[in-house]
């Protein structure tokens, strides 16, 4: 090899390294932390979950079941039990947490099918909601 055809190689191979030094240097990672919110009363967005969920294991242990009436949850302790209020129709429904959310998720609650149909708003896919924090004992059935 001659020195004609060396060098331009080892320029390119510099320019290349240099960039990628630097690229790495000027990244700023922007990973935005969820804030968990364990608020007796919380507001936010609640949507629900797909049907291809029917029966795979929750993060409690329990198989997900559309038919009952649980919810997902970021920061309140599995078996919590909490009253669901669309905010749009006033419709509540009482649910147990049993799972949790994505960690990149920003919605308050996932409910189960059968909680998004009380609720009015299975068509819809999301609804604003209140969140209400009821504790470990399951409430009484009105």
């Known amino acids: 090899m001659t020195i004609k055809t060396v060098l331009p190689v080892l320029g390119l191979l ?5 960039q990628t030094i630097f690229a790495q240097d000027s ?11 364990l608020d007796s009363v919380q507001y936010g967005v609640a949507s629900y979950y797909a049907a291809k969920f029917q029966g ?6 329990e198989k997900y079941d559309s038919s009952k009436l ?14 669901v209020t669309n905010r ?3 419709r509540s429904v009482i649910v147990k947490i049993n799972d949790r959310l994505h960690h ?6 996932d409910l189960s099918g059968a909680a ?12 604003k909601v209140k969140v209400e924090v009821l504790g470990k004992k399951k409430p009484a059935e009105d």
């Open 14 to 18: 510099f320019l290349f390294t240099a």
């Open 27 to 37: 990244v700023q990672v922007s990973k935005k932390k969820r804030v968990v919110n």
């Open 56 to 61: 795979r294991l929750t993060a409690s242990g």
């Open 70 to 83: 649980t919810a997902a949850h970021n920061g309140l302790p599995f078996g919590t039990w909490v009253k």
């Open 88 to 90: 749009r129709n006033k």
């Open 104 to 109: 990149a998720n920003m919605r308050v609650v």
């Open 116 to 127: 998004a149909k009380k609720l009015g708003f299975y068509s819809r896919g999301l609804t």
